[in-house]
């Protein structure tokens, strides 16, 4: 059972940058699809950013060029590095892991996060303009 805590959210102007990381425990990031996804009050979760334990990545079209998922194998950690923030990347953020065989392909699935069975709490990044 792997257990993640995000930190490193908060609010931001736009044009600024934030990181953020997902701590875990119970079992090792490396063995595992790793994921950042994001959700604004009353809209679906929606997939960010997808690292595969190969290395592979996949990002969504709205933060390409500007989000970068990285892992810290000796920190059993993940990160999302986010360079000039705007206001429509505002919501609650959450990291994810899961044995999942098509990663990082799962980000283009219609239903991608529900083949994550970890997450964490979540933390909250608001841009302002």
């Known amino acids: 059972q792997v257990h993640l805590v995000e930190s490193g959210g908060g609010s931001v102007q736009s044009g600024g940058s934030l990181r953020l990381s997902c701590g875990a425990s119970?079992?090792?990031?490396?063995?595992?699809?790793m994921g950042w996804f994001r959700q604004v009050l009353g809209k679906d979760r929606e997939g960010v950013a997808i690292?595969?334990?190969?290395?592979?990545?996949k990002y969504a079209d709205s933060v390409k060029g500007r989000f970068t998922i990285s892992q810290d194998s000796a920190k059993n950690a993940l990160y999302l590095q986010m360079n000039d923030l705007k206001p429509e990347d505002t919501a609650m953020y959450y990291c994810?892991?899961?044995?999942?065989?098509?990663?990082?392909?799962?980000?283009?699935?219609?239903?991608?996060?529900?083949?994550?069975?970890?997450w964490g709490q979540g933390t909250q990044v608001t841009v302002s303009s």
């Open positions: 119970g079992g090792s990031l490396n063995d595992y699809c």
């Open positions: 690292l595969s334990n190969d290395g592979r990545t």
């Open positions: 994810a892991a899961d044995n999942i065989d098509f990663c990082p392909d799962v980000l283009g699935y219609y239903s991608g996060r529900h083949y994550f069975g970890y």
